[in-house]
C-alpha cells in the first residue's frame, strides 16, 4: 500500500506562485509514475501533469503547460509542482495521484483510471 499526502496550497493573488508538494509513504518503490490532478467546484477532475519517476520525464496539460513544474525528489519520495502566473481559474484542489504501471507514452498518465492511490487534496485558490 501507498499513501500519498499533499501540502503547499493556499490563498494567493493573481500572477503569484505557489509549490505544492506530495510525499508519498507505504511501498514506494513499486511505483512508476506520479501525477497532479485537479479539480474546480461544479466540473470534472482534470489532469494537470505527470512524472515518470525512473527518469524525470514528465508532461503537461496544455492549459498549464509553461506555467507549471513537475519535480521529483525520489530520495524523500516526494513530487513537487511548481505553480507559476496563477490564475483565478486556476482555483481548485489540487490531488496527485501514483501509478505502479509503466507506459511507454506519457500521454497514458493522464487518465485517472491509470492511477493506483490518490491523496486527499490541498486547495489553491487565486484572487483576482
Known amino acids: 500500500q501507498v499513501q500519498l499526502a499533499e501540502s503547499g496550497g493556499g490563498l494567493v493573488q493573481a500572477g503569484g506562485s505557489l509549490r505544492l508538494s506530495c510525499a508519498a509513504s507505504g511501498v514506494t518503490f513499486t511505483l512508476d509514475a506520479m501525477g497532479w490532478f485537479r479539480q474546480a467546484p461544479g466540473k470534472e477532475r482534470e489532469f494537470v501533469g505527470a512524472?515518470?519517476?525512473?527518469?524525470?520525464?514528465?508532461y503537461y496539460a496544455d492549459a498549464v503547460k509553461g506555467r507549471f513544474t513537475i519535480s521529483r525528489d525520489n530520495a524523500k519520495n516526494t513530487m513537487y509542482l511548481e505553480v507559476n502566473s496563477l490564475k483565478p481559474e486556476d482555483t481548485a484542489t489540487y490531488y496527485c495521484?501514483?501509478?505502479?504501471?509503466?507506459?511507454?507514452?506519457?500521454?497514458?498518465?493522464?487518465?485517472?483510471?491509470?492511477?493506483?492511490?490518490w491523496g486527499q487534496g490541498t486547495q489553491v485558490t487565486v484572487s483576482s
Open positions: 512524472i515518470r519517476r525512473r527518469d524525470g520525464i514528465t
Open positions: 495521484a501514483a501509478a505502479r504501471a509503466y507506459y511507454s507514452l506519457m500521454s497514458s498518465y493522464r487518465f485517472g483510471n491509470n492511477y493506483n492511490y
